[in-house]
């Protein structure tokens, strides 16, 4: 079955840095395009990005965008997310998603907390 585990979450002090892994198995990640999306407490599910399946084409959130870093190894079947200079605002669940005509899979996610 498709399975998507998150890692990598954690505590992490504003301006550093922290990267979360995803590990897809039960599918052909090659072939799907993937996400990320986080929920902050108090808010709703926010976007992040998106990358292709080759990994050529890739979308951000305006709130991200210089500082995320999405990307993807095929042969490891594995989605990243690099986070440098991370805010205190941006603390919460981070989720890696399947993307086919919507999110047809999530992970359980990641928590991470940014502060000092």
């Known amino acids: 079955q498709v399975q998507l585990v998150e890692s990598g979450g954690g505590l992490v002090q504003p301006g550093g840095s922290l990267r979360l892994s995803c590990a897809a198995s039960?599918?052909?990640?090659?072939?799907?395009?993937m996400s990320w999306v986080r929920q902050v407490p108090g808010k709703g599910l926010e976007w992040l990005s998106d990358i292709n399946s080759g990994g050529s084409s890739i979308y951000y959130a305006d709130s991200v965008k210089g500082r995320f870093t999405i990307s993807r190894d095929n042969a490891k079947n594995t989605l990243y997310l690099q986070m440098n200079n991370p805010k205190p605002e941006e603390t919460g669940l981070y989720y890696c998603?399947?993307?086919?005509?919507?999110?047809?899979?999530w992970g359980q996610g990641a928590q991470v907390t940014v502060s000092s």
């Open positions: 998603a399947r993307l086919k005509r919507g999110y047809d899979y």
């Open positions: 039960g599918f052909t990640f090659s072939s799907y395009y």
